[in-house]
Nanobody, 122 residues
Framework: QVQLVESGGGSVQAGGSLRLSCAAS????????MLWFRQAPGKEREFVAA????????SYADSAKGRFTVSRDNAKNMMYLQMDSLKPEDTAIYYC???????????????WGQGTQVTVFS
């Protein structure tokens, strides 16, 4: 079992920054890929960014490239999402997930946090 807890959400003006954190606990959590997804009202949950457990290689959705940076600290069992140049369309609940494979499909993941709200106003 893996437990995930997100924090760091809030309200920010467009162009601003936020840093989300995901605290992971449980067995061998450092062996998992860790990912960020988001879900806006009335929309499906979508992939944002991912980081591998081994070489810490990263992957981003097109909407996040150049503005968001994902990282992890295996020693602390933490994952982060630095979000810069935020836009109103980034408004969503942001979730972290952990899994054994790297895929953008939310249905592939069993371990989820409770989510943290990010609101970007213009």
């Amino acid at each position: 079992q893996v437990q995930l807890v997100e924090s760091g959400g809030g309200s920010v003006q467009a162009g601003g920054s936020l840093r989300l954190s995901c605290a992971a606990s449980g067995r061998a959590v450092s062996w998992y890929y860790m990912l960020w997804f988001r879900q806006a009202p009335g929309k499906e949950r979508e992939f944002v960014a991912a980081v591998s457990w081994s070489d810490q290689s990263t992957s981003y959705a097109d909407s996040a490239k150049g503005r968001f940076t994902v990282s992890r600290d295996n020693a602390k069992n933490m994952m982060y999402l630095q979000m810069d140049s935020l836009k109103p369309e980034d408004t969503a609940i942001y979730y972290c997930a952990a899994g054994r494979s790297l895929t953008a499909s939310p249905s592939a993941f069993s371990y989820w946090g409770q989510g943290t709200q990010v609101t970007v106003f213009s």
